[in-house]
């Protein structure tokens, strides 16, 4: 999308830029004069996941401002060049041969999300490309491409440890819950989620009452909810996309679902404005995350990049506090940094064979890659909402609105059960 | 055009096509042409019954779909061969194309747009529903490693678009100056005058709404191919029918150049923007071009030229 | 698994849900039903709606109904102003049919894709007191999130039905769908009636976009849902019979809510749809046809 006032504001910084490097010593001036490492991607900026792409595009820009800060890469400064893939798959394949065939990019990384990563594979896979990517669950299944990694910490099985946590919680308390019910929207992620659930709902010896999907455009979800309700489900797993996630919730409250444990895999619920608008109907939903603002996980670096984070977004239309995509969305870009200054090359077998073994420190943690380019071990939380109030966005800036329950090496408190009597 | 004419432009561009896969290397442009040609014959297949015939088919996707969705299911099943796939996508597309026919009897203009509208979600509902071919996740194609004497798999599946766009073309201008055609008019301008002037209206409406669908559905056979991942909501893009409509409304939709034409100007500004500006402007371009058009120049760009030359004459 | 308490509840479940759908529909009934303009752009007009009472809410705390009814009269004008433009580029040159369709995509396309640069493709959302509770009466649930919505529209269905059947301007617009020559006769302009007829299907779609945002959260092309439902209630309501609409928009609601709760979800539009074309194909007049 143009927006005149970025390009005004990037024109401001490319200028101050230009002065900084002009006054500075005569050491970086080598630097300057190779030529420009540069980066590519293509990026959700409108369509349906542009709100969060556009917030991992500033993450990444600041990963971009740190490194040259930092003299660049291998003595280069580096350069995105990157295009909106406008949400549509179809458009993927093209812009990437673009970037390989036309812009001739050093180093590539994904788009955000699983439908705009898949399409891009073959293509990195032709070229043996190294491809660091952001948040595609289990999008390297069927392709298990070898230089593919992952930043999301959905771990080495990635569509049953999606939901383990969710099932290891249920089946820790007391009386231990014996039926599930599980709907989910009918698309790509929350039918992989769905898939996963099934799979741990057998495994842990629940009884499945209710298994239903149904279509992303749905207005009302009070039959649906009612629907369940009837079933009696001790527990009830969603797997669903920001907008019905907001209708599910609401449903449930209405009909006034009698249910233990209710949450999962809900997108949606991970932004500030959607939890804002739902308040305390949120309270006790249990659901995934990957980083809250909890004091089990404050690692070194995240909340100055989430301060910076936050300055960059005011007034651009994203999440104001960015605690879900963009850490990772600048994690990502970190190991490939730490990978190229540890092989000091741009040779992708090498940069490759460093991701394989290497652990990166990332303002996201630790980071390991395991065999199929997974994390080498799940770290999905599971989280519980608490004392959420009305019409309040700034309670969700610290810690103590949604508590870490699972896995126990990052808990951060005690699960409320059951979820609603 | 005279005939001969036709014939040499239209080997001339066939060995254009030929020459440029020995002469450019970059994969991108193979990339935007095919995407242009995609939208060309689509454009093409629309203005059959759309243009000549008079009936408004919003549920262009649809049968784009079921022709991808066909090679998604036979590659999985059978593994066959992509000419074999691309005549299989004519087959079903061709079928559906047969069945809206007999929905003519019963339903005129408007009725008929909306009819073709409902029919697309139906059949979108069901290619989500059906988990063999991926259902609402999508599925994934692996490109086949083969590629014949071309340097890539994209060369090759661009020359195989240009030769079903050629084609199409020439099937379009046969419909548009014989006989049959002149028949289809007829039913634009006057069914009822058309059917009591002895014009077998149902015969030549199921000519033309078998034609177009068999074209969709051989325009949709070769995507999984070229997107290597389909799933129901890239491949039922109501972006593909607004193209599908607009192409040739802003082409001319009485001439069997007005769509090729439509769909080569809005199809490079469309690749251009993409790349250069941003893909959401794309939308915005094909809209505003749409309504411009036709509120200033109903019949067209050829519309506008056949003006000019009549004024000259 | 049918229970007396799970099938009532889904009955009334979609009965709100139908009400909503009406309110859809009802500028639809007008503009497509009586005057015979295919405006594709329709549903393009709520969401424009929807988001002018995210706006106002966000802004001024206002409630999103009286937004919708303020916003109403300058979508009125917007309208005329359309129709003038439609009027002088198809309907006087007689090109209606093909042109005017294409158009009112093309108008649609530039609606959504304008919202998208403008705010993006975040869903908005809207506050109001009733958001989020709930009446029980028996074991039968009333949420208010789809009540007050189901309560406007069935008001402003009331509002217009009488309009149409009780005032001049109401007669005339039927006239102008039934009989053009007798309307020129009784000294009357048709432009001119239908100029605002068409404002007045594009007012309601003020009321019905304030209502769409209070059901759910909303997106600049959630509209392109619409277009089949609006146009499949106006067909099954028989083109223009306010009444049929009702009650087209009704059972569509019902038996989207039916097959969601006994069915599974999934397969509700297909459904709904299944539904038009059959009517379409069996009894082309829609179920209370004027013809």
Not at chain 1, 108 to 127: C, D, E, F, Q, W
Not at chain 1, 283 to 293: A, E, K, L
Not at chain 1, 368 to 383: C, D, H, I, Q, T
Not at chain 2, 176 to 185: E, P, V
């Amino acid at each position: 999308m143009v927006n005149p006032r970025s390009f005004m504001r990037a024109g401001v910084a490319a200028g101050a830029i230009a002065l900084a490097a002009a006054s500075a010593s005569l050491a970086p001036l080598a630097a300057q004069a190779a030529e420009p490492l540069k980066i590519g991607f293509s990026m959700a900026l409108t369509g349906g996941l542009a709100g969060a792409g556009k917030a991992a595009l500033i993450g990444m820009e600041i990963w971009r401002d740190d490194v040259n800060k930092k003299g660049g890469l291998l003595g280069r400064k580096v350069e995105f060049v990157y295009y909106d893939d406008a949400t549509q798959p179809a458009n993927v394949p093209g812009l990437y041969t673009k970037l390989l065939e036309v812009d001739k990019v050093d180093l590539l990384v994904s788009a955000y999300g699983t439908n705009l990563i898949a399409p891009a594979l073959p293509i990195v896979m032709r070229k043996k490309m190294v491809f660091p990517s952001l948040f595609g669950l289990a999008a390297n299944e069927e392709f298990k491409y070898d230089r593919y990694f992952q930043i999301m910490p959905a771990g080495p099985n990635p569509l049953t440890d999606w939901s383990w946590g969710f099932f290891e919680l249920a089946a820790a308390q007391n009386p231990k819950p014996k039926t599930i019910a599980i709907v989910a929207a009918d698309a790509e992620f929350a039918l992989n989620a769905a898939a996963g659930a099934r799979k741990n709902a057998q495994a842990a010896g629940l009884k499945i009452v209710y298994d239903k999907t149904y279509p992303p455009p749905t207005t009302d979800f009070t039959p649906i909810v009612r629907a369940i309700q009837a079933t009696n489900p001790d527990i009830v797993y969603v797997g669903s996309y920001p907008p019905d996630s907001v209708g599910m919730v609401k449903a449930a409250n209405e009909v006034g679902l009698k249910v233990k444990m209710f949450g999962g895999g809900m997108v949606g619920l991970q932004f500030a404005s959607i939890q804002k608008n739902l308040g305390p109907l949120l309270n006790n939903i249990v659901n995934y995350d990957f980083w809250v603002p909890e004091p089990t996980l404050d690692f070194p670096g995240v909340k100055e990049f989430l301060a910076k984070y936050q300055e960059a977004a005011k007034g651009k239309g994203v999440d104001p506090y960015g605690h879900y995509l963009p850490p990772f969305a600048y994690a990502y870009l970190q190991v490939l940094e730490q990978s190229v200054n540890a092989v000091k090359s741009l040779d992708q077998a090498k940069l490759a064979a460093h991701m394989h073994k290497a652990t990166f420190d990332t303002v996201v943690g630790k980071v390991k890659f395991g065999k199929n380019g997974e994390w080498a071990k799940s770290r999905v939380l599971m989280v519980q909402f608490r004392d959420v109030q009305n019409d309040n966005l700034e309670q969700f800036a610290g810690p103590g609105k949604r508590v870490v329950l699972y896995p126990k090496e990052w808990k951060s408190g005690d699960i409320v059960f059951p979820y609603k009597q | 055009m005279k005939s001969a004419a036709f014939w040499g432009v239209l080997a001339a561009i066939f060995a254009g096509g030929l020459v440029l896969t020995t002469v450019v290397e970059n994969e991108y442009y193979y990339n935007a042409f095919y995407l242009i040609l995609q939208a060309t014959l689509m454009a093409v297949a629309w203005n059959i019954l759309g243009g000549f015939t008079g009936y408004v088919n919003f549920g262009s996707a649809a049968f784009f779909a079921m022709g991808a969705y066909t090679t998604v299911a036979l590659n999985k099943a059978l593994a066959l061969p992509l000419p074999l796939l691309i005549l299989a996508g004519g087959a079903v597309g061709g079928l559906v194309g047969f069945g809206l026919g007999y929905l003519t009897l019963r339903l005129k203009g408007v009725y008929f747009a909306i009819a073709t509208l409902a029919m697309a979600i139906v059949i979108e509902t069901f290619i989500a529903n059906w988990p063999y071919v991926g259902g609402a996740r999508g599925s994934y194609m692996l490109t086949p490693e083969k590629h014949l004497w071309f340097d890539s798999y994209i060369q090759m599946l661009f020359m195989v678009m240009l030769l079903l766009t050629l084609t199409a073309v020439v099937i379009s201008r046969v419909l548009n100056s014989s006989r049959l055609g002149r028949g289809l008019a007829a039913i634009r301008d006057d069914e009822v005058a058309a059917e009591s002037a002895g014009v077998p209206t149902l015969r030549l409406k199921l000519v033309s709404t078998t034609v177009m669908g068999a074209m969709m559905g051989v325009a949709g056979a070769p995507f999984p191919y070229f997107v290597t991942f389909v799933d129901p909501v890239s491949a039922f893009n109501l972006f593909i029918a607004v193209n599908a409509i607009a192409m040739p409304m802003i082409g001319g939709t009485g001439h069997w150049i007005g769509p090729v034409i439509g769909a080569l100007l809005v199809g490079t500004t469309q690749e251009i923007v993409k790349v250069t500006v941003s893909s959401e402007l794309n939308v915005l371009i094909v809209g505003v071009m749409l309504v411009v058009f036709i509120t200033l120049a109903p019949q067209g760009i050829v519309g506008l030229v056949q003006k000019h030359w009549k004024r000259k004459q | 698994m049918i229970s007396a308490d799970l099938f009532s509840n889904a009955i009334v479940a979609g009965i709100l849900l139908g009400g909503f759908y009406a309110a859809v529909a009802i500028g639809l009934a007008i503009v497509f039903g009586q005057l015979d303009i295919v405006n594709i752009a329709h549903p393009a007009f709520i969401i424009v709606g929807a988001y002018i009472a995210y706006i106002l809410n966000s802004r001024f705390g206002l409630d999103p109904i009286l937004i919708g009814l303020l916003a109403a009269p300058v979508f009125f004008f917007v309208g005329a102003l359309i129709y003038r433009v439609y009027f002088l580029a198809f309907e006087r040159t007689g090109q209606e049919s093909l042109s005017g369709l294409a158009f009112f995509f093309g108008v649609m396309f530039i609606i959504e894709v304008v919202l998208i640069l403008i705010y993006g493709f975040d869903y908005r959302l809207v506050q109001a007191d009733y958001i989020g509770q709930s009446w029980r009466i028996g074991f039968v649930d009333f949420p208010l999130r789809m009540l007050v919505p189901f309560a406007v529209a069935a008001a402003l269905t009331a509002a217009i039905y009488l309009f149409m059947s009780r005032t001049f301007m109401g007669r005339a617009i039927q006239a102008v769908a039934q009989d053009r020559l007798a309307l020129q006769l009784m000294g009357a302009d048709p432009v001119r009636i239908k100029q605002w007829a068409f404002g007045l299907g594009i007012a309601t779609t003020a009321i019905a976009g304030a209502l769409l945002i209070i059901i759910g959260p909303v997106e600049p092309s959630v509209g392109r849902l619409y277009i089949g439902r609006a146009f499949a209630i106006v067909v099954l309501g028989g083109m223009g019979s306010i009444k049929g609409m009702f009650i087209a928009a009704l059972i569509l609601g019902v038996v989207e809510s039916m097959v969601s709760t006994f069915a599974g979800p999934s397969w509700s539009p297909a459904v709904a749809f299944g539904f038009l074309g059959l009517t379409l194909a069996l009894r082309p007049a829609g179920l209370f046809g004027r013809r």
